[in-house]
């Protein structure tokens, strides 16, 4: 890591996911979100809590995405999907994986790699 | 309470521009709009103007005070940024500003210079429309947002790429005589099917190009336009806003646009209409399957019905709803920050029988034009009517 500041609660859940120990932010209402959060975003709730992300989740939806931006250059084609864990949903890349044989309703785990170009953090998703 | 109207109009022409500087595409726009307003310049009160990535672009911050200026004015000036609806929230606070009686003439537009940066640092900027920890960290791109919402559309309601690409085709037959336009060019479905993904399933031309322009108009109250005998037989008889959670995976749905839904609602309620109404519209098309969202939105489709608007011949000039007879986003260009003074632009030119494409809509007297942000975290839409002189 650089002497980069860090980015509180997102750099704090990249952390946990590394781990094994990932988390997301639930009201007494019972909405999820991911942190940082001092207010519900779904009901404006400030009682909040951390709870264990569930282990696995499913594929909401997807995209190859072949024209990327400057700091993922070297790393297209990539997919990018957002992953649905029951109480909270996370959009992050698909690998392991052909990018053809990526599906709506795949079950996949959350982890946290580095992207090729620039060797930064991203949550990464892959097939169970 | 009485209706602003839209007494002048300009623009630049769109396309690519990378030389040309903000302040001037928008002196050239903003003194058109006055001078086709006919008004004494020092009767404007007030300049709200709209720009997303000057900062990005031209290292500018601060843009209002700076375009106010361009264009000879000495007056308050404010920039309004809402991703690509920055300037339908600008129209939309100056509607209100004539409105309750504070101001009689106010100038509305927007600039966005953008090709200067090239291909990939205009997709960098576009993409911080997006929640930047979590979205574009993910390597979410404009159009990867958008591919994601279509093909959550085709999981949901069934549509084809095909569908899609009758939007596109639509589109840009619409812009051929618009000589503002980027895209004055004729597509085939094959074309648009035949070209090179982006995001899949979203392919070029599924997207709007990168632009530069500018776009301004006179607005003024209903008093002033009696007083001083303009020629301005439109107004903006209703507004509407509506927003929703900045990340796509924080919404509810990712097949529909509820912010667009609450600014439609509103619109129609404010201007007393219903849907029924519409005769013709501007929609945020800098995707085909985001005119197929703006649509449903606006409650002139049931959800899973607008994909095959187009090849149904619905939505095309002799259809029964012309929308985006401009050429829309999507051939017109899509200069961010200028985009919604644009429809505002192209509809008045249409409702006043001045536009290219004014004989597809002779007898009609009520339009709609929608803006939104992002992957429509905000929407803005506006009803336009001729009331005559």
Same mark, same amino acid.
């Given at each position: 890591?650089?002497?980069?500041?860090?980015?509180?609660?997102?750099?704090?859940?990249?952390?946990?996911?590394?781990?094994?120990?990932?988390?997301?932010?639930?009201?007494?209402?019972?909405?999820?979100?991911?942190?940082?959060?001092?207010?519900?975003?779904?009901?404006?709730?400030?009682?909040?809590?951390?709870?264990?992300?569930?282990?696995?989740?499913?594929?909401?939806?997807?995209?190859?995405?072949?024209?990327?931006?400057?700091?993922?250059?070297?790393?297209?084609?990539?997919?990018?999907?957002?992953?649905?864990?029951?109480?909270?949903?996370?959009?992050?890349?698909?690998?392991?994986?052909?990018?053809?044989?990526?599906?709506?309703?795949?079950?996949?785990?959350?982890?946290?790699?580095?992207?090729?170009?620039?060797?930064?953090?991203?949550?990464?998703?892959?097939?169970? | 309470?009485?209706?602003?109207?839209?007494?002048?109009?300009?623009?630049?022409?769109?396309?690519?521009?990378?030389?040309?500087?903000?302040?001037?595409?928008?002196?050239?726009?903003?003194?058109?709009?006055?001078?086709?307003?006919?008004?004494?310049?020092?009767?404007?009160?007030?300049?709200?103007?709209?720009?997303?990535?000057?900062?990005?672009? $031209?290292?500018? @911050?601060?843009? #209002?005070? *700076?375009?106010?200026? !361009? /264009?000879?004015?000495?007056?308050? %000036?404010?920039?309004? +940024?809402?991703?690509?609806?920055?300037?339908?929230?600008?129209?939309?606070?100056?509607?209100?500003?004539?409105?309750?009686?504070?101001?009689?003439?106010?100038?509305?537009?927007?600039?966005?210079?953008?090709?200067?940066?090239?291909?990939?640092?205009?997709?960098?900027?576009?993409?911080?429309?997006?929640?930047?920890?979590?979205?574009?960290?993910?390597?979410?791109?404009?159009?990867?947002?958008?591919?994601?919402?279509?093909?959550?559309?085709?999981? $949901?309601?069934? @549509?084809?790429? #095909?569908? *899609?690409?009758?939007? !596109? /085709?639509?589109?840009?037959?619409? %812009?051929?005589?618009? +000589?503002?336009?980027?895209?004055?060019?004729?597509?085939?479905?094959?074309?648009?099917?035949?070209?090179?993904?982006?995001?899949?399933?979203?392919?070029?031309?599924?997207?709007?190009?990168?632009?530069?322009?500018?776009?301004?108009?006179?607005?003024?109250?209903?008093?002033?336009?009696?007083?001083?005998?303009?020629?301005?037989?439109?107004?903006?008889?209703?507004?509407?806003?509506?927003?929703?959670?900045?990340?796509?995976?924080?919404?509810?749905?990712?097949?529909?646009?509820?912010?667009?839904?609450?600014?439609?609602?509103?619109?129609?309620?404010?201007?007393?209409?219903?849907?029924?109404?519409?005769?013709?519209?501007?929609?945020?098309?800098?995707?085909?399957?985001?005119?197929?969202?703006?649509?449903?939105?606006?409650?002139?489709?049931?959800?899973?019905?607008?994909?095959?608007?187009?090849?149904?011949?619905?939505?095309?000039?002799?259809?029964?709803?012309?929308?985006?007879?401009?050429?829309?986003?999507?051939?017109?260009?899509?200069?961010?920050?200028?985009?919604?003074?644009?429809?505002?632009?192209?509809?008045?030119?249409?409702?006043?029988?001045?536009?290219?494409?004014?004989?597809?809509?002779?007898?009609?007297?009520?339009?709609?034009?929608?803006?939104?942000?992002?992957?429509?975290?905000?929407?803005?839409?506006?009803?336009?009517?001729?009331?005559?002189?």
């Amino acid at each position: 890591m650089s002497d980069e500041p860090r980015d509180d609660g997102f750099d704090d859940l990249l952390d946990a996911i590394a781990d094994g120990e990932g988390f997301y932010v639930e009201c007494d209402e019972g909405h999820g979100s991911l942190p940082p959060r001092l207010a519900c975003p779904q009901c404006g709730s400030q009682e909040l809590s951390e709870e264990p992300l569930p282990d696995s989740g499913e594929i909401t939806t997807y995209t190859v995405v072949t024209v990327p931006t400057p700091q993922f250059d070297e790393d297209s084609p990539y997919v990018t999907a957002i992953v649905d864990f029951g109480p909270v949903s996370i959009t992050g890349q698909v690998q392991g994986v052909d990018p053809e044989d990526v599906e709506t309703g795949q079950v996949v785990g959350i982890d946290v790699g580095e992207t090729v170009t620039r060797d930064e953090r991203v949550i990464v998703f892959e097939p169970r | 309470m009485t209706d602003p109207r839209v007494a002048g109009v300009g623009l630049t022409h769109f396309g690519k521009h990378p030389d040309r500087t903000g302040r001037a595409m928008f002196a050239e726009a903003g003194l058109a709009a006055l001078d086709d307003a006919g008004i004494d310049p020092d009767d404007v009160e007030a300049l709200f103007y709209g720009n997303f990535m000057g900062e990005l672009a $031209e290292h500018q @911050g601060h843009q #209002a005070p *700076l375009m106010a200026e !361009a /264009v000879g004015l000495d007056v308050p %000036a404010t920039r309004y +940024e809402s991703a690509c609806a920055s300037s339908g929230a600008a129209i939309r606070d100056a509607v209100f500003r004539l409105r309750n009686g504070e101001a009689d003439v106010a100038l509305v537009g927007g600039a966005e210079r953008m090709t200067n940066v090239g291909t990939a640092a205009a997709t960098d900027a576009l993409s911080i429309a997006a929640d930047d920890l979590y979205e574009v960290r993910a390597g979410m791109t404009f159009p990867g947002a958008y591919a994601l919402m279509a093909r959550a559309y085709f999981e $949901e309601y069934g @549509g084809s790429k #095909a569908e *899609l690409a009758e939007i !596109a /085709v639509k589109n840009h037959d619409n %812009a051929l005589p618009n +000589e503002y336009a980027q895209m004055q060019q004729e597509i085939t479905v094959e074309d648009a099917l035949d070209a090179p993904i982006i995001a899949d399933p979203l392919g070029l031309y599924d997207s709007c190009p990168i632009t530069d322009g500018a776009t301004a108009a006179v607005l003024v109250s209903e008093d002033y336009a009696d007083d001083h005998d303009l020629d301005a037989g439109v107004a903006i008889t209703g507004s509407g806003q509506g927003g929703d959670k900045m990340a796509l995976h924080d919404r509810r749905y990712l097949a529909r646009t509820p912010a667009t839904e609450d600014a439609a609602d509103e619109a129609y309620d404010d201007a007393g209409i219903g849907p029924d109404a519409v005769d013709f519209l501007e929609v945020h098309d800098c995707f085909t399957i985001a005119e197929v969202l703006a649509l449903e939105g606006l409650d002139l489709y049931e959800p899973g019905e607008a994909i095959g608007a187009a090849a149904r011949g619905e939505t095309t000039r002799d259809g029964d709803l012309p929308v985006n007879l401009s050429g829309g986003l999507k051939a017109k260009g899509h200069p961010v920050g200028a985009t919604g003074v644009a429809q505002l632009i192209s509809l008045t030119k249409l409702l006043e029988g001045r536009h290219p494409r004014a004989d597809a809509v002779e007898s009609a007297d009520t339009a709609l034009a929608h803006n939104a942000g992002g992957t429509v975290a905000s929407a803005t839409v506006h009803v336009l009517q001729e009331v005559g002189r």
